[in-house]
């Protein structure tokens, strides 16, 4: 405990240290040290477990490659810019951490990272994520500010972002091509929305419960698309929904100022939910 004690106060008084020259239990000891119950991660403070005995780590030659500290009710926050060099996936959902989160210095072999289902808030930054990430959700937070998706990682296949308090508009025309998952719902989002760029492999896309506005294009929407929700808006005007993608499962409308007649393919017409809004649904010859 003194070695942690001594890189703490040298970390406050010259600012963050190269990752790479800290031991690893330094680092994971500096990356828990917010948690008020971190006994339930590392054991007693009086006698510390050996890091391959915390709880939910997994550990390959000598080196922390997994953290999954899934629902045990850990209080307090973190500082993941002591993540360990090599980590690849960090799961800490459905507890009660708190503060703001740093996305910058993660590591660069990190694939997956889980904060959803917590209590964290101000606003995060995305401009400097992982190269080779894939999986991100912080959904289920209290987190504020504009959500900025330009420059995303290449290979990210889903971002979860629902369920927090973002705010302002949202540029959806330079998403990675990878990406299949992308949930923005339950935000406070606001402006319009280009839909006609989207990633050839998108295949759920959820906007709903914002406040975007404007009209809505459909007319050139991913052709494997399944899922699209949009209702609990302020899109108006007309809709074109002729050349949906006969992959959708749910297209969901209501809840908007959208109006008119529209003509829907027979096989989709049961998907397409139009409640509480003007429109007229038809069958396509």
């Known amino acids: 405990m003194c070695l942690f004690i001594t890189i703490h106060s040298v970390d406050s008084a010259i600012g963050r240290l190269d990752k790479d020259s800290l031991p690893m239990l330094a680092l994971m000891e500096l990356l828990i040290d917010g948690i008020l119950n971190k006994h339930l991660i590392s054991g007693d403070s009086s006698e510390p477990k050996p890091i391959h005995e915390w709880k939910g780590v997994v550990m390959h030659n000598d080196k922390v490659v997994a953290v999954e500290w899934i629902g045990l009710r850990l209080k307090g926050s973190l500082s993941l810019e002591y993540l360990p060099s090599g980590l690849s996936s960090f799961s800490v959902y459905y507890n009660s951490l708190t503060g703001t989160i740093d996305l910058v210095g993660l590591p660069l072999e990190l694939k997956e990272l889980f904060l959803n289902s917590n209590s964290f808030s101000n606003t995060v930054s995305l401009e400097s994520l992982p190269k080779n ?133 027979e096989n989709l017409f049961n998907k397409v939910h139009i409640e509480k809004t003007k429109i007229q649904k038809f069958v396509c010859d």
């Open 133 to 265: 990430l894939e999986i991100l959700s912080f959904a289920n937070n209290h987190l504020n500010g504009t959500l900025y998706l330009d420059g995303l990682p290449g290979p990210l296949i889903s971002v979860h972002a629902n369920n927090n308090l973002f705010c302002g508009s949202v540029n959806l025309l330079h998403l990675p091509a990878a990406l299949t998952i992308l949930s923005l719902s339950m935000n406070q989002l606001s402006g319009a929305v280009d839909l006609t760029r989207l990633p050839d492999r998108l295949r759920v896309l959820s906007l709903d419960c914002n406040k975007f506005s404007g009209v809505l294009d459909l007319t050139r929407l991913p052709r494997g698309m399944s899922e699209l929700l949009l209702q609990g808006n302020s899109f108006s005007g007309s809709i074109d929904l002729s050349t949906l993608p006969s992959s959708l499962s749910s297209l969901k409308l209501q809840n908007n100022q959208l109006l008119g007649d529209v003509y829907i393919q």
